[in-house]
Each structure stands twice: as structure tokens, then as C-alpha cells.
């Protein structure tokens, strides 16, 4: 079992009052406004892959709350890919894990069949590399509360660079076919830079994305100096979802929630 590292920091490690927070980031105002629920579930199925933040929910939760919301009324999905970026440099390659994840909210088990299929290579499995990276563990409490038993696949970048993007892509669009499948990409966008740069860097690699444009956002990220820490996951999502448009569903950034003069930008994104 893969234990949590970030909760009762990232998120809350009480069970109700995690609940209580994902509610909240639903309804709130900077959220979608409504819970998800019976009503409002959908089952088109168009949606092949999202980008969400993942910081701590009091900061972004709300804008992840969009991401899922649009999961839930397009169908929940049967496989879940969840890529995150390295943050922590605990491995220079693309880690994939077999250990199961704990989380307040119950147990999120690996499709460990899955992950086999997509190591070789660059990308390999090492549990140490994704022990204490919140990418991916933070994006588990809010599909848990959409659905309490999931099985996803969690794949941890320690390289961003369009080979292994592109390399991981391929390997996921020719596991995934034939699917029912979704690849959550977890990303913050620009760090702890003024409001004003965060939304003006943001919207040209937000451009990029919704059009489908993996080499154009690399470029926009390395030319702009855009410090998105997830653009390898953004990236890989892209080759392996193909897809006709992206849509954006909510921008933020943590300068709406507390004053500060430096702010990290989040937005939520979904490819049909």
C-alpha cells in the first residue's frame, strides 16, 4: 500500500471533513455551483482526457471541481489514467507503481495488468519515485467521492521533454484502445509570479492545449519561460487522446482565494 504523503496538508485527513471540503469546492461560487448527484449524471462518453490542478484545495480545489463535475455529467469512464509530473527528482524516468493508494477516503486501487502494459524502457516500475509526489495522490479523494471504488493507473514523469511524451502517448493510446478510458493530467500553470503574468503566460499554453498542439505547447513553455510543472503529462495526454477540440471549464489563481502579490495559476480543461 502506498501511503498518504500530503494529506492533512494538501487536503484533509478527516474523512467527513474531506467530504464536507470536496462539497464545498463543488458549490462554491469559484466552483461549478452544484454537486455532483443522480440528476446530473451522464453517460455521452465524449470526454478522453481532462487537465486538472493539484495543489491544495483551499487554493485550487475549486477549479478541479469543474474538471470533475464534467466527468461526472459526461459518464464516469471504466479505466483512469492518472499522470502527474516529478517534482521531487526521485527518479529521471517516467515511474509507473503496483502498490495500491490509501487515502482518507478508502483504498484506490492500481490496474496493475495496465501498468504492465505501457513499462519498457524509459518507463518503468519504481514505487520509491512516486512515495511522496501529491500530483497524483491529490486527484484520488475527488474521483473517490464521485465513485467510491476506482482502479486507475498512476504514471509519474520525471522527464518532460516531447520524446518521452510523445513515447508514453503512443504506448497509451495502444493500451487504451477499445477502452472506456479517461487520462486525468495533473498541472498547476504559472508559479508565484504576478496575476496579471500568470494570466497573460497561462493563456498562451491554454491556447495551445485546446488546440491539441503538444509541440506548440513545448515551445510556448520553454520560449515564454511559462512555469507550468505538469506540461509532460499535458503533453503526453495529447498524443494519446487524439480528439477533435479542447474546452476550457474554469481559470483561477491562489491570489482569489488569499492576498498575495505572487500567485500560482490553475486551470481545468476537457478533451472531447
Given at each position: 500500500m502506498r501511503q498518504p504523503a500530503v494529506s492533512g496538508a494538501f487536503y484533509d485527513e478527516d474523512p467527513d471533513i474531506l467530504r464536507s471540503s470536496i462539497a464545498r469546492c463543488f458549490l462554491s461560487a469559484r466552483g461549478p455551483g452544484e454537486?455532483?448527484?443522480?440528476?446530473?449524471?451522464?453517460?455521452?462518453?465524449?470526454?478522453?482526457?481532462?487537465?486538472?490542478?493539484?495543489?491544495?484545495?483551499?487554493?485550487?480545489?475549486?477549479?478541479?471541481?469543474?474538471?470533475?463535475?464534467?466527468?461526472?455529467?459526461?459518464?464516469?469512464?471504466?479505466t483512469l489514467?492518472?499522470?502527474?509530473?516529478?517534482?521531487?527528482?526521485?527518479?529521471?524516468?517516467?515511474?509507473?507503481?503496483?502498490?495500491?493508494?490509501?487515502?482518507?477516503?478508502?483504498v484506490a486501487k492500481v490496474d496493475v495488468a495496465l501498468s504492465q502494459?505501457?513499462?519498457?524502457?524509459?518507463?518503468?516500475f519504481s514505487s520509491i519515485s512516486q512515495a511522496s509526489e501529491h500530483s497524483i495522490e491529490v486527484q484520488l479523494p475527488f474521483l473517490q467521492f464521485l465513485r467510491k471504488d476506482i482502479t486507475f493507473v498512476p504514471v509519474c514523469m520525471g522527464r518532460q521533454d516531447p520524446e518521452h511524451a510523445l513515447t508514453l502517448g503512443k504506448r497509451l493510446s495502444a493500451a487504451l484502445a477499445g477502452r472506456d478510458a479517461v487520462i486525468v493530467a495533473s498541472s498547476d500553470f504559472s508559479h508565484y509570479v504576478p496575476p496579471e503574468i500568470a494570466r497573460k503566460k497561462?493563456?498562451?499554453?491554454?491556447?495551445?492545449?485546446?488546440?491539441?498542439?503538444?509541440?506548440?505547447?513545448?515551445?510556448?513553455?520553454?520560449?515564454?519561460?511559462?512555469t507550468m510543472c505538469g506540461y509532460g503529462p499535458v503533453m503526453t495526454m495529447l498524443h494519446a487522446c487524439g480528439g477533435n477540440a479542447g474546452t476550457v471549464l474554469a481559470y483561477g489563481h491562489s491570489g482569489e482565494v488569499r492576498q498575495m502579490d505572487d500567485v500560482v495559476g490553475y486551470c481545468s480543461i476537457k478533451i472531447e
Open positions: 454537486l455532483p448527484s443522480q440528476s446530473n449524471m451522464g453517460s455521452s462518453r465524449r470526454i478522453r482526457g481532462v487537465v486538472v490542478p493539484h495543489a491544495g484545495y483551499i487554493f485550487s480545489g475549486e477549479i478541479a471541481a469543474h474538471a470533475y463535475l464534467g466527468l461526472w455529467k459526461d459518464g464516469l469512464p471504466d489514467v492518472v499522470i502527474g509530473p516529478n517534482h521531487y527528482g526521485t527518479s529521471p524516468h517516467v515511474s509507473l507503481s503496483d502498490e495500491d493508494f490509501v487515502t482518507p477516503l478508502g502494459e505501457l513499462a519498457g524502457g524509459m518507463v518503468r497561462d493563456a498562451l499554453a491554454i491556447d495551445r492545449i485546446v488546440k491539441l498542439d503538444s509541440a506548440g505547447l513545448y515551445e510556448t513553455v520553454i520560449s515564454e519561460d511559462v
